[in-house]
T-cell receptor, first 113, second 107 residues
């Protein structure tokens, strides 16, 4: 099993450009999450999907959209990138909701100039 | 005030030392997680606790629900333990994350 995979690993965008971060998991998990991590701060939840076909806003959803394409894939889109969106983005999936153990992807380092 | 506070923020120690990282929280929780983020960025889950104590190799995690406090201990620390250790608590639905403790173990 590959676990949770993310693409790309690195990306540089100019202000106003758009891009989609891809995430896929092969563990048959229902719930998937997108986080951003900024220096000196904890992980902050952008959006989550409790199950296929549902998505909900997290703590910092502004400037982002998501799509739960199927059970495996959960993508994050930046429609018009801003320098404030420079961050490391992590996708995660949850195994058992009772334990809430999260499995993380390797992260995408995004720089917006 | 953050709902999850970790201390210290940074910790540098010599190889072999006993390490303690603390996590305090202010919300009602059903579980607390400890995770490790490697220098390369990858995040792995270490423990999930709802009461008492768990041990895995040289790592020990404890939680005191009444005091809303958890500790992560590392015995016989080694340079490969150098990482950021993150505490997260499960509230009503989502995880609430601490900012992390950066640990450096010098040989």
């Amino acid at each position: 099993n590959a676990g949770v995979t993310q693409t790309p690993k690195f990306q540089v965008l100019k202000t106003g450009q758009s891009m989609t971060l891809q995430c896929a998991q092969d563990m048959n998990h229902n719930s998937m999450y997108w986080y951003r991590q900024d220096p000196g701060m904890g992980l902050r939840l952008i959006y989550y999907s409790a199950s296929e076909g549902t998505t909900d806003k997290g703590e910092v959803p502004n400037g982002y959209n998501v799509s739960r394409l199927n059970k495996r894939e959960f993508s994050l889109r930046l429609e018009s990138a801003a320098p404030s969106q420079t961050s490391v983005y992590f996708c995660a999936s949850v195994g058992q909701l009772s334990s809430y153990e999260q499995y993380f992807g390797p992260g995408t380092r995004l720089t917006v100039t | 005030k953050n709902e999850v506070e970790q201390s210290p923020q940074n910790l540098t120690a010599q190889e072999g030392e006993f390490i303690t990282i603390n996590c305090s929280y202010s919300v009602g929780i059903s579980a607390l997680h400890w995770l490790q983020q490697h220098p390369g960025g990858g995040i792995v889950s270490l423990f999930m606790l709802s009461s008492g104590k768990k041990k895995h190799g040289r790592l020990i995690a404890t939680i005191n629900i009444q005091e809303k406090h958890s500790s992560l201990h590392i015995t016989a620390s080694h340079p490969r333990d150098s990482a950021v250790y993150i505490c997260a608590v499960k509230g009503s639905y989502q995880l609430i994350w601490g900012a992390g403790t950066k640990l450096i173990i010098k040989p």
